[in-house]
């Protein structure tokens, strides 16, 4: 489910970063708060482990496919809803910066559609809500496989509606909601599954390492139940309220998306397979004597620049291989005083 | 194996970089600036953003940077944006739109990718998070961020044991069966928090204060002011204006 930075417009991306940061900002106060040094170390071994525990693919049974973990809903249930968010950001700016899952700018959306999800929604509303009155193997099962698969849900609609209100795709939102929703349900359970039994082997081995939900006594949050709900709410507005600014702002935005995919003559989701073959069969015909989109223009735009183009990185690689051969290396001054 | 061993040997990347003589800051800047004008091009502006690709090419030969390895690198963003853009044939307003507009998004997602790769080859993570904290990142996450980098190497090497010892065990399956899915990872999650603790304790008895003491490394403020500001100007240039075409007609006017 990692973005990469091509599937979001800056406007999008940048209102992302803004709610990631501000759950980011809640987080840190928490912590700060609590005053638990001890758990910062625990949360980047946690990161470690996350990353590492990626790498092992688990054999889904009976499809002969398989599958590996997110980590987001299992961290919320070992360190808590704020510190598991706070490692799961670490985690997935490494996983950014080091194996380019994940864009740097669309890091925020990253941040909201995994992390925010999996740690607030599946921490410290399912986790925490259903262990509340005690944990069993039962409650933990059922938490960690709820927990996963609606976090994912969530999390892939968010994908559909973020890249669609950055006009990436063509798709229409139907059938890219289509497309996501039924996969990420699959991978919810197996996610799911898997955190449960990690959980459950915890819970049989070292069951006070679980996160049961309650505020340590010098930990209580500063917001009131009502209190943390307004300032969500109030979230939700403000990023609603941003996005609907840049979105009408910007013919990419999500009015583009919705009125492209409402308002197209040759579109007809409601004629379902007939009506997109037909349209398939529509536009192959048309391939002998296509044009590009906007004209000549763009196709011209697309060819006259190639010489000019070809020269230029001719003569930058030129200048780069030349420079190059003055540039001192780190090895050079040592070999030099050494001989 | 092969995520064990790709994982490790991007760790090693990054272990190796730094000691080019410019802030990390200034790489940080005109990395994000460069990102920013790539995912800014319109959708069917292939021209424009082929241009694009000099920053890439010259800070590849500029840092010895091998494009062979950067394009195994990129390659899960290569399939992410392909993946995501394959129906634009089908649904934008004719199939050569469409492809036009699939293979921008293709080329935007590998130079986002590629940007990101050549900020950590050219700074390194430690560096890197010195420019984050001149930013005023929170120390909590930065450490957080150094702690996991310098562990991941031990449990990346720890997993991929177990599940050579696990499948030296077991030939011929294929994954996890589900029977073994909680103990084997429980098992390195026990053993991951034990770490932890052990960790925190030795860090106490070294005087650790909740936070790490970062330098940006050696650089030269002036080079980096003048990479920022050179770097800064080429892809605005690249950004709003023909260059190519430009470079086309300069040509030919020499030519003649």
């Known amino acids: 489910m990692h973005m990469a930075d091509a599937l979001l417009s800056p406007a999008v991306a940048g209102t992302m970063y803004l709610g990631s940061a501000a759950a980011a900002g809640y987080s840190i106060r928490k912590l700060r708060s609590e005053k638990e040094e001890q758990k910062i170390p625990v949360m980047g071994v946690m990161g470690a482990f996350v990353f590492a525990a990626q790498m092992i693919n688990f054999s889904i049974p009976g499809t002969g496919s398989s599958g590996h973990m997110c980590g987001s809903m299992m961290l919320a249930a070992v360190l808590g809803p704020e510190a598991g968010f706070l490692t799961m950001i670490s985690v997935l700016l490494v996983q950014c910066l080091l194996f380019a899952d994940g864009g740097l700018l669309a890091l925020g959306a990253n941040i909201w559609n995994m992390a925010f999800y999996g740690c607030f929604v599946g921490g410290m509303v399912i986790w925490k809500r259903m262990t509340r009155n005690g944990m069993t193997r039962r409650t933990i099962a059922a938490a960690s496989v709820l927990g996963c698969v609606l976090t994912l849900q969530l999390g892939a609609f968010s994908v559909v509606l973020e890249t669609l209100a950055s006009g990436i795709t063509e798709l229409p939102f139907g059938v890219f909601l289509a497309a996501m929703q039924p996969i990420h349900l699959a991978i919810g359970v197996v996610e799911g599954l898997i955190t449960s039994a990690v959980l459950l082997f915890l819970y049989g081995t070292r069951p006070e390492l679980l996160w049961n939900g309650t505020e340590t006594g010098e930990g209580k949050s500063r917001l009131s139940r009502r209190g943390t709900l307004a300032v969500l709410a109030g979230m939700a507005v403000a990023i609603g309220g941003l996005l609907s600014l840049f979105a009408s702002a910007d013919p990419d935005g999500l009015e583009w998306s919705v009125e492209r995919t409402a308002g197209m003559a040759e579109i007809q989701p409601e004629g379902g397979v007939y009506a997109l073959a037909d349209r398939i069969r529509a536009a192959a015909s048309l391939l002998p004597d296509y044009t590009w989109k906007g004209g000549k223009a763009a196709g011209g735009t697309s060819v006259s620049g190639i010489v000019g183009g070809i020269a230029v990185a001719c003569v930058c690689m030129a200048v780069c291989f030349l420079l190059r051969r003055f540039r001192r290396k780190p090895g050079d001054q040592k070999n030099n005083e050494e001989t | ?256």
């Open chain 2, 1 to 256: 194996m092969k995520k064990p061993d790709r994982a490790l040997r991007d760790i090693h990347t990054a272990d190796d970089a730094g000691g080019n003589g410019i802030h990390p800051l200034a790489c940080l800047l005109v990395t994000i600036l460069y990102i920013l004008a790539v995912m800014s091009f319109q959708k069917y502006n292939m021209a424009g953003l082929a241009g694009m690709a000099l920053y890439i090419l010259i800070l590849c030969i500029w840092y010895d940077i091998s494009i062979l390895d950067m394009l195994r690198h990129i390659w899960p963003a290569f399939l992410l944006t392909a993946m995501i853009g394959i129906a634009n044939p089908i649904f934008d307003s004719t199939v050569s739109a469409g492809t036009l507009s699939m293979a921008t998004l293709i080329v935007k997602g590998c130079l986002c990718a590629a940007a990101a790769y050549i900020l950590i080859a050219q700074t390194g993570i430690r560096p890197l998070c010195s420019a984050l904290r001149t930013l005023h990142f929170p120390k909590e996450l930065i450490v957080v961020l150094l702690l996991m980098y310098r562990y991941l190497t031990a449990l990346v090497r720890e997993v991929k044991q177990m599940l050579t010892a696990y499948r030296l065990r077991t030939p011929g399956t294929k994954g996890l069966p589900f029977r073994t899915w909680g103990s084997f990872v429980g098992l390195l999650l026990l053993r991951s928090i034990d770490r932890a603790e052990e960790v925190y304790e030795s860090m106490q008895l070294r005087g650790f204060q909740g936070d790490f003491l970062l330098s940006p490394g050696s650089y030269s403020p002036v080079w980096s002011a003048v990479y920022t500001v050179l770097w800064g100007i080429a892809i605005f240039a690249l950004r709003f204006f023909p260059v190519f075409q430009m470079a086309e007609v300069l040509l030919w006017r020499i030519l003649k």
